[in-house]
Structures are given as structure tokens and as C-alpha cells.
């Protein structure tokens, strides 16, 4: 099945900081998707991106499916944007819809 | 999007016991899926939830231990049964969207095992 790779693992950052996540996965995809983990274990959706880049406030998000990696970029960064981030992939191949997670990006932001 | 909401939030049970976990979407959806969050991992796919049909579960998952119902298009149980201490998780359940390839996750249920 397809790999999902995310790093770093651990971002510390001050408000107001811009910070870069990346996502690398192992196989063409038909999904690819970035969560938010809430200290409340709730997965908030962020983007659904396959391809091509997207913004929504402070967030945006590249995907470059041909060379197989993904990019969150988090500008002017609040403590309320703390928690963890997970990249999932679904992979083309095969019938099923399953979204593979990679560990996650634990970012704390710091007052 | 769908609104999912999951029944209980959280839960402390005893060793040996079974939990039954409960997933209601506002509208109709083709698939819905369990997942598995131990503490400080990722999320890791238990099984599709197919209505009208046994559920498929992934390598690593059997139905004796995680017993999916899914009676209708919008609504679906898991069960944790005989647990023990590395029962221990955050279920959650999700649903396609979109025409299945976007997902979207329920609130989540916290598992705690003594």
C-alpha cells in the first residue's frame, strides 16, 4: 500500500512565525488530505487536495503529484493553531478508499 | 459536509467487557469507515463499514474482536469486545463525501481500559 511520510515530527514556534509542513507519499494518489488534531482528539478537515494549491486565511497547501509530496504552509502563526497535523493519502491503485495517515507534525506554538 | 455525531464521547470500562460505539450521519452515505488512534499515534483504518454486507477489515483487524453493524446508509455500530488495557484508544468513524474521495471524521470516541 501506498507510504505517507510527514516532517518534522516536532515544531516549536513563537506567535506570529510561518512555518512549512511537508508531506511525502509513495504512490500516485486520488485523495490527499490535511487534518488538524484539536487537543480534544477531533480531526478538523483543512484541505482536500490531490493537485494544485489552495488558501483559506492564514493556511494554504501545494500538492505536486508528480514528484509526490505536499506542502502546508501556516503564516502569522496563533497558539489556538497548536496541535497535531496529519497528511493522509488515498492511493489510485486497487477499488478500496482507504486514507493512509502519516505520524504527524506536533506543532506548539508559544505566546 | 456531513454532520457525524458518535455515541458515547468517551468511556472507562473494565477488562473483559464490550463496548458498543455508535455513528449517526445527517444525510445518506455510501461507505463509512472505523479507525483507530492509539495514544500518541496515528489513525489506522479497522475496517469499511458496507451496508447490506459484512464489514472489510484490514490486516491486523478480525471481525471476532471488532463486530461492525451498518443498518442503513446512515448510521453504523462498532464493538469493542473482551477488551483490555491496549484496547485503549480513540475510535473514530468518517464517511466520504464528494463522491467518496474527501473524507470527514465524527467526533470521536475516547476509550479508556482499566
Known amino acids: 500500500g501506498i507510504q505517507v511520510e510527514q516532517s518534522p515530527p516536532d515544531l516549536i514556534l513563537q506567535e506570529g512565525a510561518n512555518s512549512t509542513l511537508r508531506c511525502n507519499f509513495s504512490?500516485?494518489?486520488?485523495?490527499l488530505q490535511w487534518f488538524h488534531q484539536n487537543p480534544w482528539g477531533q480531526l478538523i478537515n483543512l484541505f482536500y487536495?490531490?493537485?494544485g494549491t489552495k488558501q483559506n486565511g492564514r493556511l494554504s497547501a501545494t500538492t505536486v503529484a508528480t514528484e509526490r509530496y505536499s506542502l502546508l504552509y501556516i503564516s502569522s502563526s496563533q497558539t489556538t493553531d497548536s496541535g497535531v497535523y496529519f497528511c493522509?493519502?488515498?492511493?489510485?491503485?486497487?477499488?478500496?478508499?482507504?486514507?493512509?495517515f502519516g505520524k504527524g507534525t506536533l506543532l506548539t506554538v508559544n505566546p | 459536509s456531513a454532520v457525524i455525531s458518535q455515541k458515547p464521547s468517551r468511556d472507562i470500562c473494565q477488562r473483559g467487557t464490550s463496548l458498543t460505539i455508535q455513528c449517526q450521519v445527517d444525510?445518506?452515505?455510501?461507505?463509512m469507515f472505523w479507525y483507530r488512534q492509539q495514544p500518541g499515534q496515528s489513525l489506522t483504518l479497522i475496517a469499511t463499514?458496507?451496508?447490506?454486507?459484512?464489514?472489510?477489515?484490514e490486516s491486523g483487524f478480525v471481525i471476532d474482536k471488532f463486530p461492525i453493524s451498518r443498518p442503513n446508509l446512515t448510521f453504523s455500530t462498532l464493538t469493542v469486545s473482551n477488551m483490555s488495557p491496549e484496547d485503549s484508544s480513540i475510535y473514530l468513524c468518517?464517511?466520504?463525501?464528494?463522491?467518496?474521495?474527501?473524507?470527514?471524521f465524527g467526533p470521536g470516541t475516547r476509550l479508556t481500559v482499566l
Open positions: 487536495i490531490p493537485s
Open positions: 468518517s464517511v466520504g463525501a464528494g463522491g467518496m474521495n474527501e473524507q470527514f
Open positions: 444525510s445518506q452515505v455510501t461507505m
Open positions: 463499514a458496507n451496508q447490506g454486507s459484512e464489514a472489510t477489515y
Open positions: 504512490d500516485s494518489v486520488n485523495n
Open positions: 493522509a493519502a488515498q492511493g489510485s491503485g486497487g477499488s478500496n478508499y482507504k486514507l493512509t
